[in-house]
């Protein structure tokens, strides 16, 4: 059964985790679901047909016009609300996604 959290994660699991951990895991894990490896300049990512390395999502994100940004946004944005999700500390000044 699928779950809503990356890695097959719980909600008890999701919220033990560090914030910069699970920015890492929803990076993967946006890059995975909107298909980003597929025309990746990494070839590891090609390889594996899975996301490699977390700094995808940004360098995507800064080749694109601000339009192609927004709705990049639109439709990472149910996995980017995750990341809150038992969040006390060690978000401040983090960017997001």
Do not use: V
């Not at 920015?23 to 090609?46: E, K, P, T, V, Y």
Request: glycine share 6%; aromatic share 10%.
């Amino acid at each position: 059964m699928p779950t809503k959290y990356p890695n097959g994660m719980r909600s008890t699991q999701w919220r033990r985790t560090p914030f910069r951990i699970r920015h890492r895991l929803l990076a993967f894990a946006i890059n995975n679901a909107l298909g980003h490896w597929r025309s990746c300049a990494d070839r590891r990512c090609r390889r594996a047909r899975d996301c490699q390395d977390h700094e995808c999502y940004w360098r995507r994100l800064e080749q694109m016009t601000y339009e192609e940004q927004m709705r990049m946004r639109e439709a990472a944005a149910p996995l980017a609300k995750l990341l809150w999700i038992g969040c006390i500390k060690g978000s401040e000044g983090r960017p997001r996604f």
